[in-house]
């Protein structure tokens, strides 16, 4: 596992919520590992933008949302975690190795480019699952690739920030929303952002596109 992924997993835990791992079901997990793929991608200034919704100010007058429009590139991570197992009590493997697979999107390099007020606007730095052509998640602290053998509960103090969207063809649309800490009450970010990823020669089509399943589990023979 790199240092990126190492440290988002790090910074889930320490700050979102305790997270308690056990076994969920009965097998005996024998390999391990992550197959990514980078892109950068270009995002549209002609129809992206950035909102800022002042929430409540108490004492204050009322304030209104104000949108920015926003352009500049961003660094796509998509990577394909995988697990090789026996089922419980096959220490050979005579039944089989059994595969699951999990793929999850993240966040690099992020240039976001926008007269945005106030400051402290950034794309997610946390997992994005993806499932298909439809990519979502938030920050909680269960948000994170986990093994067949495991389990995740953890709490958050506060609303998550959050995303969804779409990947297919080499365009991304986008749509999030990022709660601001120490604002005022219900102050956040939300953003709808559409990106084109820029074309390089010889890069492999994405591996996990066929995947639509959020365990996809196959028997090899």
Same mark, same amino acid.
């Given at each position: 596992m790199d240092s990126r992924v190492r440290n988002i997993i790090l910074r889930a835990i320490a700050i979102l919520g305790l997270i308690a791992s056990g076994p969920v079901k009965a097998v005996i997990v024998t390999g391990f590992g992550v197959d990514t793929v980078t892109q950068q991608f270009v995002i549209d200034g002609s129809v992206s933008s950035v909102t800022h919704n002042p929430g409540f100010s108490f004492g204050g007058p009322p304030q209104s949302a104000q949108s920015y429009g926003v352009s500049g590139t961003f660094d796509a991570h998509f990577s394909r975690y995988w697990w090789s197992y026996f089922l419980d009590g096959d220490t050979n493997g005579s039944q089989g190795t059994f595969i699951a697979e999990q793929n999850w999107l993240t966040f690099g390099n992020a240039n976001v480019v926008g007269?945005?007020?106030?400051?402290?606007?950034?794309?997610?730095?946390?997992?994005? =699952? @993806?499932? /298909?052509?439809?990519? =979502?998640?938030?920050?909680?602290?269960? !948000?994170?690739?986990?093994?067949?053998? %495991?389990?995740?509960?953890?709490? %958050? !103090? /506060?609303? *998550? #920030?959050?995303? !969804? +969207?779409?990947? #297919?063809? +080499?365009?991304?649309?986008?749509? +999030?929303? *990022?709660?601001?800490? /120490?604002?005022?009450?219900?102050? !956040? =970010?939300?953003?709808?952002?559409? #990106?084109?990823?820029?074309?390089?020669?010889?890069?492999? @089509?994405?591996? =996990?596109?066929?995947?639509?399943? *959020?365990? *996809? @589990?196959?028997?090899?023979?």
């Open positions: 007269n945005i007020f106030p400051d402290g606007f950034s794309l997610p730095d946390y997992f994005i =699952f @993806v499932v /298909g052509s439809s990519i =979502f998640g938030d920050n909680g602290p269960c !948000n994170i690739p986990q093994g067949p053998d %495991t389990y995740c509960s953890g709490w %958050t !103090n /506060g609303p *998550l #920030a959050s995303i !969804n +969207g779409q990947f #297919a063809n +080499g365009s991304m649309s986008i749509q +999030g929303f *990022l709660p601001i800490s /120490g604002g005022d009450l219900f102050e !956040n =970010f939300s953003y709808d952002i559409q #990106a084109r990823a820029i074309p390089e020669p010889g890069m492999p @089509v994405l591996f =996990f596109g066929a995947f639509v399943a *959020l365990f *996809l @589990v196959r028997r090899r023979r």
